[in-house]
Structures are given as C-alpha cells and as structure tokens.
C-alpha cells in the first residue's frame, strides 16, 4: 500500500488549499480514510475521516465548515478541501488507511500512512 499526498504549500490567512491523497496497491473506495496532521511540538491530530461508502464524514472540531473531505473512487484519490485557513492550520498533513471511523477516526494496527504534505498559513 502506498498513499502519496500532496497540495500542500504557503497559504495566507483566509485562504484555500486541496489537499489529494492518491493511492497505490489499494482500492480505497474498499476502506475509510482519515487525514491527520501534526504541528511542530505538538502531537498529531485526526482532522477528518470518511466512511468507504462515502455515506458519513467526520471532522474535528476546530475545521468544522471550513474543511471539505471527499473521495473521487474513479481516481482513487481522497481530497480535503481547506478553506478560511488559520495560522493554527499550520502542520504537515498525513492521510491514512484504514482506520476506525466508528472510533472517531482513530489509527489501527494495519494502517498506512502516506508522507507529509506541509501546509504553512501565514498571517
């Protein structure tokens, strides 16, 4: 299994990035995926998970209406789309595969994440 994310960058406050996660070696139309993120010093955080039949969504608290999770299974690829960012946003950014929606979007033994995709918002 192979993720790669990407769609990070510099943002300023206010602004918007999409974030994809494509797959290899994995349907994921098959699995719930999660995104995770992780700023300096700070341990890292579910931002947002999707069921596999794209019938529920969660997110955290601190992105609810402004994050967007979606999956495009033709391309194997899940998006979080990010709007009204905040420094706060700051963090590299990880998606993930399977993990326990029922849970609260947590990690389980067989998981497997993608490298970071850093998103830096500046103000």
């Known amino acids: 299994v192979q993720l790669q994310a990407s769609g990070g960058g510099l943002v300023q406050v206010g602004g918007s990035l999409r974030l994809s996660c494509a797959a290899s070696?994995?349907?994921?139309?098959?699995?719930?995926v999660g995104w995770f993120r992780q700023a300096p010093g700070k341990v890292r955080e579910a931002v947002s998970c999707?069921?596999?039949?794209?019938?529920?969504?969660d997110y955290a608290d601190s992105v609810k209406g402004r994050f967007t999770i979606s999956r495009d299974n033709a391309k194997n690829t899940v998006y979080l789309q990010m709007d009204s960012l905040k420094p706060e946003d700051t963090a590299d950014y990880y998606c993930?595969?399977?993990?326990?929606?029922?849970?609260?979007?947590?990690?389980?033994?067989?998981?497997?994440w993608g490298q970071g995709t850093l998103v830096t918002v500046s103000s």
């Open positions: 070696g994995v349907s994921l139309e098959h699995y719930a």
């Open positions: 999707i069921t596999s039949s794209d019938s529920k969504k």
């Open positions: 993930a595969t399977p993990i326990d929606f029922q849970s609260g979007c947590t990690v389980v033994r067989r998981t497997s």
